[in-house]
């Protein structure tokens, strides 16, 4: 079967780093992205990986490693506002794309 | 100014009844989806269009008829809701299949069944 695998709950200090991980075993590999979802909100796009490695986004940062079926979301200098849930989601064989339950965030002055 | 608008925003309903959802995106983006986030946050792909043609179609109940009546348009029709159908449906659209596309959201319906 397909799964996505993100903790639950994550709680940070406002101003430190927080590290979200993800692992997914799926049938084929398309791409992973990374969603924000506020709650009551819809999600918005963060950012995409397809290749191996880093790619860094102002405060934010996604990495990739395809052969251990993980990445993980960067959050630098955290503000009250990152306070959200975020949506692992990987493209599978049929470019379908299969969401984890998303990591909630709780930022704490 | 919206890009992907979805009415209503609320939709508390009797079981058993039929009711739809209509989903607008403003971007000329080809490709529309629904999905259903239940209470534990999982979203779920129902249905997705591309250019007003079915392309997913996930085990989801008959009950639930996707309606594309031009490619800015993605209609949700329930019959005979029940209480499991109760959570936030959220319509989404792409520029195109490919699946590298950021899908763009439309801020959701909570439907709830009592």
């Known amino acids: 079967g397909q799964n996505i695998d993100q903790p639950t709950e994550m709680t940070a200090t406002e101003g430190a780093i927080v590290q979200i991980n993800c692992t997914y075993q799926t049938s084929g590999f398309n791409g992973l992205f990374w969603y924000q979802q506020h709650a009551g909100e819809a999600p918005t796009f963060l950012s995409y990986?397809?290749l191996d490695g880093l790619e860094e986004k102002g405060r934010f940062s996604s990495f990739l490693s395809r052969s251990k079926g993980y990445s993980y979301l960067l959050l630098k200098e955290l503000q009250m506002k990152d306070s959200a849930s975020y949506l692992c989601a990987v493209v599978d064989s049929n470019y379908q794309l299969i969401w984890g339950a998303g990591t909630k965030l709780i930022i704490k002055p | 100014d919206t890009a992907v608008s979805q009415t209503p925003k609320y939709l508390v309903t009797q079981m058993g009844n039929d009711k739809s959802i209509k989903c607008e995106q403003n971007l000329g983006h080809d490709t529309m989806y629904w999905y259903k986030q239940d209470s534990k946050k999982f979203l779920k792909i129902m249905f997705s269009?591309?250019?007003?043609?079915?392309?997913i179609n996930e085990t989801v109940p008959n009950r639930f008829s996707p309606k594309s009546p031009d490619k800015a348009h993605l209609n949700l029709h329930i019959n005979s809701l029940e209480l499991g159908d109760s959570a936030v449906y959220f319509c989404a659209s792409s520029p195109d299949r490919e699946p590298y596309n950021e899908q763009f959201f439309g801020p959701g319906t909570r439907l709830t069944v009592l």
């Open positions: 269009y591309n250019n007003k043609e079915l392309i």
């Open positions: 990986n397809v």
